[in-house]
């Protein structure tokens, strides 16, 4: 079992950065791989990165590449989402999810363990 707990959300102008994190509990955390996804008021929850287990490879949405950027600390037990030129598009709820697969995947049906979620909100 993997307990998440997102962190780091907050409110930011547009075109500024935020960094959130995501803490895993339990010493099989290196064997998960983790993504992000969010929803916006609205909307579907959509994938919006992740990270394999050993942070080799990487994957993310295109509405998101080349400004966010996905790491993981398995040390610590922590995944991080570093969010860049953040546009008002991006505010929705970030959440972080465990997947038992060596490699992230973009459907949510491939996750085992989900976080609470984290309000992130760009403001114009």
């Known amino acids: 079992q993997v307990q998440l707990v997102e962190s780091g959300g907050g409110l930011v102008q547009t075109g500024g950065s935020l960094r959130l994190s995501c803490a895993g509990s339990g010493r099989t955390f290196s064997a998960y791989a983790m993504g992000w996804f969010r929803q916006a008021p609205g909307k579907e929850r959509e994938f919006v990165g992740g990270?394999?287990?050993?942070?080799?490879?990487?994957d993310y949405a295109d509405s998101v590449k080349g400004r966010f950027t996905i790491s993981r600390d398995n040390a610590k037990n922590t995944v991080y989402l570093q969010m860049n030129s953040l546009n008002p598009e991006d505010t929705a709820v970030y959440y972080c999810?465990?997947?038992?697969?060596?490699?992230?995947?973009?459907?949510?049906?491939?996750?085992?363990?989900w976080g609470q979620g984290t309000q992130v909100t760009v403001s114009s």
């Open positions: 990270i394999g287990w050993s942070g080799g490879i990487t």
């Open positions: 999810a465990a997947s038992p697969r060596p490699r992230a995947p973009t459907a949510e049906r491939n996750y085992l363990y």
